[in-house]
């Protein structure tokens, strides 16, 4: 089946910083897949994922052109038959951004036809919260389930419980409550605590969020994509700038690893409920 991706997405950001995110491991590791890329011609390189139905949980792929920082071009291939596909990435100077064009071209199964057009689809998504990470905590998680499924495991408090902690309670409403009680590294209850700010099934929820001894609040938004092949948990926690540079920078980075874990038990539970 032909496979003809083609996305024209707009960064506000000069040319070399988006090359930069393009041809930095660390940074591809960031928004794209863990990898072992170098940005050299004719370099072979693996990115890996979490297997989903469809998908065995590596990409193999070669780099076949680079001219900074405007083009480059790799092979793809997903599968363990057929022909590799080919993506391409050429940026365009827009302003003061960059217009970034993702092309990716070949024959290949329906199945990862579908996949692709969504993956591409949600990693752009994923690149502009990379951009933002400074001052927003933006994290995504792809949940081989539907949306519905997701929501539910989400907002409903019998279901929080299962995934999150016992200590976690939220009235799924707007102007509802969100509370959780946790120890701190010292063994110290914590209450963190929030209201409902925005609900609209089966799409967004959004909270406040403070801990009991801060004196502004935060805001937590969860939205969930449907990309048919799967759907997109993606969560942006802002509000951090508030607490001064380096405060802001401390508590961000907490709540990053705390964040990373819940969505890893969120993604676990929704898949063995819809099993």
């Known amino acids: 089946m032909k496979l003809d991706v083609r996305l024209d997405t707009h960064f506000p950001r000069p040319p070399?910083?988006?090359?930069?995110?393009?041809?930095d491991s660390a940074a591809l590791a960031g928004w794209l897949m863990e990898n072992d890329f170098e940005p050299?011609?004719?370099?072979?390189?693996t990115l890996r994922g979490r297997a989903m139905p469809g998908w065995r949980g590596w990409t193999d792929c070669q780099i076949l052109a680079l001219e900074p920082p405007r083009r480059m071009v790799w092979s793809w291939l997903s599968t363990d038959i057929g022909e590799p596909t080919t993506v391409v990435f050429e940026l365009l100077p827009d302003g003061g951004g960059t217009r970034?064009?993702?092309?990716?071209?070949?024959?290949?199964?329906?199945v990862m036809v579908r996949?692709?057009?969504?993956?591409?689809?949600?990693?752009?998504?994923?690149?502009?919260?990379?951009?933002?990470?400074?001052?927003?905590?933006?994290l995504s998680v792809d949940i081989s389930r539907p949306r519905p499924t997701v929501w539910r495991a989400l907002t409903d408090p019998t279901e929080i419980r299962l995934w999150w902690d016992r200590a976690v309670s939220l009235e799924p409403r707007?102007?509802?409550?969100?509370?959780?009680?946790?120890?701190?590294?010292?063994?110290?209850?914590v209450v963190t605590a929030g209201e409902v700010l925005g609900f609209e099934p089966p799409e967004t929820l959004k909270l406040s969020w403070a801990d009991e001894d801060w004196?502004?609040?935060?805001?937590?938004?969860?939205q969930l994509v449907d990309y048919e092949a799967f759907t997109a948990?993606?969560?942006?926690?802002?509000g951090w700038d508030r607490f001064g540079p380096e405060r802001g920078a401390d508590l961000m980075r907490q709540h990053e690893a705390g964040w990373r874990r819940h969505l890893d038990a969120l993604r676990e539970h929704a898949e063995k409920a819809g099993d």
């Open 174 to 189: 707007l102007g509802g409550r969100f509370e959780e009680r946790w120890r701190d590294r010292l063994g110290r209850e």
């Open 16 to 23: 070399e910083a988006v090359w930069a995110a393009l041809t």
């Open 40 to 45: 050299v011609v004719g370099r072979r390189f």
């Open 215 to 222: 004196s502004v609040r935060t805001e937590v938004t969860f």
């Open 115 to 138: 996949l692709t057009n969504a993956g591409w689809r949600a990693k752009m998504e994923t690149l502009a919260a990379y951009f933002e990470a400074d001052s927003i905590l933006a």
């Open 233 to 238: 948990l993606k969560l942006r926690h802002s």
């Open 100 to 110: 970034l064009i993702l092309s990716h071209t070949g024959e290949t199964g329906d």
